[in-house]
């Protein structure tokens, strides 16, 4: 293992995941989508405070409740008498749709106008039913965004699950528009979902009306498209994508997760005297061969003619960015730590939603200071090692020149770390490196094994670093933490007590892909090791060796 990587071992990526990769670094680090508060002048705040007394309640009166109200109603009506199936649900029909679809649209229409909304520039030409099944709207920034398509066709929707349980509404809702719920965090939840979409859109002799589907699946502000989900693009059937324009200069529409909320958006929007909006309706997009078996390609092909239209860029950031940053503000690290470019680790790595949660639960672990960046001693701390030689090459490697000079922060940390211990995760590094600490053959691996072949100062007696470590110590020894630190990072379960007196092959394995930060550490000790051997020197050679520095700039 002495040698460098081999060139079988690593695989250069390819141009697409090439292009993820630098914009995982940092093409998009100022930019969060899901922090937004509008840019208002000094003026704009007086306007705001002088039409809260007489503008905002006039419109309540005058528009808002009354055409709630009605709308309420007519759904009340539609359903009288009305049964719905929710195994196999059916669309309205007859009167009642009549009162839904030709009736509640210009109940719909007053709402708006009531809102601020006195015109609406609207072009390209809306398609029926029969032409596209499924219409994709973007960019999913307001909640009115939904009032506004069904001004054209009141269409079915996929909506998250919680909006089903909102008091009376969510009743409505889902028995006059036929609602799709789904669960974001729950598969079973997604595949009923997208089993659902693909039987009302392939279903044209039932009579659905067309499906609408955000397929960003949550608000966002509009400095950036997000990922667009592939379930409105399943079906392989044409779709017709909607871009919403809020063209007022303090876009006082957006619901964003941070910043600007539900509440705010909506009492900014009532409170300004004429809300711009253009709707584009864009032409229908029949699919092509290969989006037809790839509905990745099909649901990006149409992103990027939505972003073309709105003359705002793609990003690859997705809705799971949004709950790994509401995940990190749980664990105490700032918001945006969270924002990692989901969508291109998971296509590289195949890495889930519950593993970069885990991910950025150790993160957590290591960033004792919260700030959201991490520094060597952070890093030799909680993986129990001393800050020698070994160690601070592994994180300087880590680090590279992407790294801001305070530390290494998440986004960067875990796409190197995944990046990197790919080329030792092979049978043949793994078997090398357990034959290295397997020097008596024995088909097992102890901790004193480990110990015995460590270089000398990550072995010194445990006595030594009970307590609190040094200042410029603060790694624990691997060997002394042996019953302790060991069990926590090798076994990734904090509740055990005591790590097996021995792995076997298997076991030697599965810790490592679990921990593949000691896959570099490792490595690292061994490169070390056998050139000790050659070469008398001793651990204290400050150089990465040429395995991992190859290793970092390629990745």
Known sequence: MGGSASSSSY?????????????????????????????????????????????????????????FCLGVCLCILSILGDSLDEKNPRPLRGWRRFLVS????????????????????????????????????????SVFDMFIISLFHLPTFVAKSEASSVPILGYLVTHTMRAIYVSRDNPASRRECTDEILRRAKDSAAGWPKILIFPEATTHSTEVLLEYKKGAFLPSVPVQAVAIKYQNRSNTMVWSDRGTGLIASIYLTLCQFHNSLEVEFLPV??????????????????????????????????????????????????????????????????????????????????????????????????????????????????????????????????????????????????????????????????????????PVQWTRNSDHYRGNPPPRQRGYNLCGCGRQQLPRRLNCAPQQASLPESMNYDEFCSALKKNPEYLLLFNECQVAAISSNSHGSGFHDNTISAELLAVSVES
């Open 11 to 67: 695989q250069e990526p390819s141009e697409g995941s090439q292009s993820c990769a630098e914009h995982c670094g940092d093409a998009q680090q100022n930019v969060n989508p899901f922090f937004y508060r509008p840019r208002m002048t000094p003026l704009d705040w007086v306007k705001v405070v002088f039409n809260t007394f007489w503008l905002l309640p006039l419109r309540l009166v005058l528009f808002v409740i009354p055409s």
């Open 285 to 454: 997009h029949h699919t092509t061969p290969e989006e037809a078996a790839n509905p990745e390609v099909f649901a990006e092909n149409v992103r990027k003619e939505v972003s073309r239209a709105t003359g705002i860029p793609t990003s690859h950031y997705s809705v799971e960015d949004l709950l790994m940053c509401r995940k990190a503000e749980q664990l105490g690290l700032p918001f945006h730590s969270g924002l990692i470019s989901f969508p291109c680790l998971n296509r590289e790595f195949q890495l889930g939603l519950p593993q970069a949660k885990y991910w950025l639960e150790r993160f957590s672990e290591m960033d004792r200071d919260k700030d959201g960046f991490i520094t060597s001693e952070d890093f030799c701390h909680y993986l129990a090692v001393p800050t020698d030689a070994c160690s601070l090459a592994v994180f300087s490697a880590l680090r590279n020149k992407q790294a801001s000079e305070g530390g290494l922060n998440f986004r960067h940390y875990l796409y190197r770390v995944l990046r990197m211990s790919l080329p030792f995760t092979t049978d043949e590094k793994l078997l090398q490196m357990f034959q290295f600490f397997d020097s008596e053959n024995k088909g097992q691996v102890t901790l004193s094994d480990i110990s015995s072949r460590l």
């Open 102 to 141: 030709d009736i509640g649209t210009r109940v719909d229409r007053l709402l708006l106008f009531g809102c601020g909304f006195h015109w609406i520039r609207v072009r390209g030409k809306p398609a029926t039913a029969a032409e596209a099944p499924i219409i994709v709207a973007s960019p999913h920034a």
